[in-house]
């Protein structure tokens, strides 16, 4: 059996979605993968993100972790996303990468890989849910494997019980999060080495 090679893509506002990437990026190592950490391109204009601290200050501390690219996505046999949501879906700066995507979509690359997706929102209910279906969509017109955590582990309940993706608020990662996404990342990566054999 192969050693399956999963890319953890992450867009982050504020670092939550930062931590629970690191977070899948360890379990993942763990589970046996060989894994790229991968922050997605910050978009907005330069004033806009010096105009709130928070937002500059998490700019910064993902520097030096690299930009995703095409190439890593045609890499991969499998992907863990993890953005926060934006009015009810996933924030245009990962949108905007999606969109760069349509070449190697087209020539079948992104196919037969799995997929998994978390998510933050500045409340419960803010459309967290929505975020990882929407997601969930991209994935099926990819023709990737979606590979969401279910009811497969007491961890799951624990987090906040989310069968599609680990989900929390912004702002709101603690252990029994990364419990959750731990499993959610040894899941995908189990699922997709199997796919590879």
Same mark, same amino acid.
């Given at each position: 059996?192969?050693?399956? =090679?999963?890319?953890?893509?992450?867009?982050? &506002?504020?670092?939550?979605?930062?931590?629970?990437?690191?977070? #899948?990026? $360890?379990?993942?190592?763990?589970?046996?993968?060989?894994?790229?950490?991968?922050?997605?391109? $910050?978009?907005?204009? $330069?004033?806009?993100?010096?105009? !709130?601290?928070?937002?500059?200050? !998490?700019?910064?501390?993902?520097?030096?972790?690299?930009?995703?690219?095409?190439?890593?996505?045609?890499?991969?046999?499998?992907?863990?996303?993890?953005?926060? &949501?934006?009015?009810?879906?996933?924030?245009?700066?990962?949108?905007?990468?999606?969109?760069?995507?349509?070449?190697?979509?087209?020539?079948?690359?992104?196919?037969?890989?799995?997929?998994?997706?978390?998510?933050? #929102? !500045?409340?419960?209910?803010?459309? !967290?849910?929505?975020t990882i279906? +929407?997601?969930?969509?991209?994935?099926?017109?990819?023709?990737?494997?979606?590979?969401?955590p279910g009811?497969?582990?007491?961890?799951?309940?624990? %987090? +906040?019980?989310?069968?599609?993706?680990?989900?929390? $608020?912004?702002? =709101?990662?603690?252990? =029994?999060?990364?419990?959750?996404?731990?499993?959610?990342? =040894?899941?995908?990566?189990?699922?997709? %080495?199997?796919?590879?054999?």
């Amino acid at each position: 059996m192969g050693q399956p =090679k999963i890319a953890v893509v992450f867009y982050s &506002t504020y670092g939550t979605n930062h931590q629970v990437a690191l977070a #899948a990026a $360890e379990a993942a190592s763990a589970a046996g993968a060989e894994v790229r950490l991968l922050r997605v391109a $910050e978009t907005a204009p $330069e004033a806009v993100v010096n105009g !709130q601290e928070a937002w500059k200050v !998490q700019v910064e501390r993902v520097k030096d972790i690299p930009v995703v690219t095409a190439d890593d996505m045609v890499w991969a046999d499998g992907y863990f996303i993890s953005a926060p &949501t934006r009015f009810g879906s996933s924030p245009s700066q990962l949108r905007a990468f999606i969109d760069t995507l349509g070449g190697v979509w087209a020539g079948g690359k992104l196919a037969n890989k799995t997929f998994t997706a978390t998510t933050s #929102a !500045q409340n419960p209910h803010g459309g !967290q849910e929505a975020t990882i279906l +929407g997601l969930y969509t991209t994935a099926m017109h990819w023709g990737a494997i979606i590979v969401a955590p279910g009811y497969t582990d007491a961890v799951l309940y624990e %987090a +906040g019980g989310n069968p599609y993706g680990f989900s929390t $608020e912004a702002g =709101k990662f603690d252990d =029994k999060g990364r419990a959750a996404v731990a499993h959610q990342a =040894k899941r995908l990566v189990e699922v997709t %080495a199997k796919l590879i054999a």
